[in-house]
Each structure stands twice: as C-alpha cells, then as structure tokens.
C-alpha cells in the first residue's frame, strides 16, 4: 500500500519491521523485488489525471465582479459566457472521469487472472466457513451438554479455544517449512475426520440419558485445534498474495465481506438445521462439505510461500 502511494521510504521501514526489525540492507533484495513488480504493474493511462484547467475567476465571484465593474454590458455578457462554458465542460469533463474511472474497475475486476484468483478465494472461503467453525464456537456450550462431555462445559469451552491458540502457533512454526498448501489440506481433511467422527459418535450415543465421557471432548478440541492450524488464518495470507496489483483493493474487499457472510449464513442455520437433521445429521454434513473443500483446494490451491508476486501471478 505505501509503494502504491509511493511512501518509499515508509515502506522499507514497514517491511523492516514486518521482517523482524532488519536493517535496509538485509531486506534490500526482496524490497528490490516489490519495487519492480509496483512498477511494472502500474498502467500509464491517463485515467488518474489533471482533466481541467479553469480559469480561477469563474470559481471565484467576488474577484469576477472585482474585474467586471465598470465594464461594458457586452463585456459582461462576454465574461458570463465564457464561465458558463467552463462550467458545462467541467461537468461534462467530471461525468467522463466517473465513467472511465467505473470502466477501469470493471476492466481490472474482470480480467481473467483476476476473475481466477476471485474465483478460487470466494470457494476457499466458502469452505472455511461451511466447516461449521464458527456455528459450533458459537453454541459450543450447548453442544458440550447435549454430546455428554464429562468436562464442566464452560471450562471445555476455554480448553477448546486454548487449542484453536495452540493451532495459530503450530502454523507459526511451520508455515517456513512446509508452505501453504500441505498446512491447508491437512487442515482441511483433519477437520473434515474429527468432525464426522463427532457426528457418528453424537449419533451413537443419542437418546434419553446421555452417557458422559471424554471422548467427544477430544474429538471436538481435534476438530477446533485442525481448524485453527489452517483454514482459519491461511486465506487472509493468500488474499493479500494472490490478486494482481490492478484491482487488488476491489477484490480483496469482496473476497473480505463474503467471508462474513458465509460466517453469518452458516451460523444462523445452525439451530435450524440441528432440528431438521439433528446435531449428528449436522456435523456430519459440515464434515462431507470440509472433505469436498479438500477436493477443491487440493487441485486449485497454489503455494505461493517462498515466491514473489510476480511469480504468483505467472502460476497457471
């Protein structure tokens, strides 16, 4: 963003902090690097430009009448006029930024590197939140008493969010040395196992006196602990990677409020869906929508750790 608005100098103290507080000259290569591919990827157009230059009278009254006293009528009428036209080609001139400026967007939303990045984030997202985490972290308390956990619920429930934490910090650790994709597509099938192995346990052991028992506990923490790793953290990285820097901001907000969306849509269907199918019935589904989710990512997702924007961009 500071390169965009060609802060060069705050952009190389940001990256410097952003890789650990280095001095300039351990980052100089890979600020190199974005500095290139910034200007490579600004357009020369004369989209963004000085459209109109007025003259300062015909925007400043008092010093128009200043100049017109004492003037004849016809040099008056003469003045008028010409303001006048000013004016009107202003206008004109303002209605044709707005629509290059809208025809520029549209241009750059629908180019088909763009529309193939969009499109792939839209489905990541989509399956993070069809994974049914933030539905279950949401009535987690409720689901704790009706699957039997023999923890006090409220106490499970800080133990379930310490693994999510433990998740973050395993990707931390990782993400160096494995990339990725492999961190996504372990995320995404182990949340998929833990959560059907918690809807044919909560099948199972359904009825009128429910027997309590740490094993849904373990389960439940796998599947929030497998979620947290990946699925969670892992598509806000490759947002800010994986779009092309013509219409990044766009498309990243897009890709941004869907997410909520999907988050809001899943979470108020819980209830909804726990009495149509049952909780079993609902975990289940979550569990077969996470493993389709692995499909897609497994043939989609690209790596892009350890690679430049360009790079990134040039994937197939």
């Known amino acids: 963003w500071l390169l965009a608005k060609n802060r060069i100098e705050e952009a190389k103290q940001a990256l410097c902090w952003l890789r650990g507080w280095a001095s300039p000259e351990e980052i100089q290569n890979e600020f190199s690097i974005l500095l290139m591919y910034?200007?490579?990827?600004?357009?020369?157009?004369?989209?963004?430009?000085?459209?109109?230059?007025?003259?300062?009278?015909?925007?400043?009254?008092?010093?128009?009448?200043?100049?017109?006293?004492?003037?004849?009528?016809?040099?008056?009428?003469?003045?008028?006029?010409?303001?006048?036209?000013l004016k009107t080609n202003k206008t004109y001139k303002s209605i044709k930024i707005n629509k290059d400026l809208f025809s520029k967007v549209i241009s750059d939303?629908?180019?088909?590197v763009m529309l193939r990045a969009l499109f792939l984030m839209?489905?990541?997202?989509?399956?993070?939140?069809?994974?049914?985490?933030?539905?279950?972290?949401?009535?987690?308390?409720?689901?704790?008493?009706?699957?039997?956990?023999?923890?006090?619920?409220?106490?499970?429930?800080?133990?379930?969010a310490l693994a999510v934490t433990l998740g973050t910090i395993t990707l931390m650790i990782l993400v160096r040395f494995t990339g990725k994709r492999i961190i996504v597509l372990v995320s995404s099938i182990g949340s998929a196992i833990?959560?059907?192995?918690?809807?044919?346990?909560?099948?199972?052991?359904?009825?009128?006196?429910?027997?309590?028992?740490?094993?849904?506990f373990v389960i439940y923490t796998a599947h929030v602990y497998f979620t947290g790793v990946g699925l969670q953290s892992i598509p806000w990285l490759y947002i800010s990677e994986i779009f092309p820097y013509r219409g990044r901001g766009l498309a990243t907000g897009?890709?941004?409020?869907?997410?909520?969306?999907?988050?809001?849509?899943?979470?108020?269907?819980?209830?909804?869906?726990?009495?149509?199918?049952?909780?079993?019935?609902?975990?289940?589904?979550?569990?077969?929508?996470?493993?389709?989710?692995?499909?897609?990512?497994?043939?989609?997702?690209?790596?892009?750790?350890?690679?430049?924007?360009?790079?990134?961009?040039?994937?197939?």
């Open 38 to 85: 910034k200007n490579n990827k600004i357009s020369n157009d004369s989209s963004i430009h000085e459209y109109f230059n007025d003259d300062n009278l015909c925007n400043e009254p008092y010093k128009l009448s200043q100049k017109l006293h004492g003037k004849s009528l016809n040099e008056v009428n003469q003045t008028s006029i010409k303001c006048g036209s």
């Open 109 to 112: 939303l629908t180019q088909p």
């Open 122 to 160: 839209l489905g990541f997202f989509f399956f993070n939140a069809a994974t049914g985490y933030t539905a279950v972290r949401s009535f987690s308390v409720v689901i704790f008493k009706e699957i039997g956990v023999s923890v006090e619920p409220y106490k499970a429930n800080v133990v379930s």
């Open 194 to 216: 833990t959560c059907i192995s918690l809807g044919i346990y909560t099948y199972q052991h359904t009825g009128p006196i429910v027997t309590q028992s740490m094993t849904p």
């Open 254 to 316: 897009i890709t941004a409020s869907s997410t909520y969306l999907f988050s809001f849509f899943v979470t108020k269907t819980f209830y909804t869906m726990t009495s149509t199918i049952s909780l079993a019935g609902t975990f289940i589904l979550y569990g077969v929508i996470s493993f389709i989710g692995f499909i897609y990512l497994y043939f989609l997702l690209p790596e892009t750790e350890g690679k430049t924007l360009q790079e990134i961009e040039e994937d197939p």
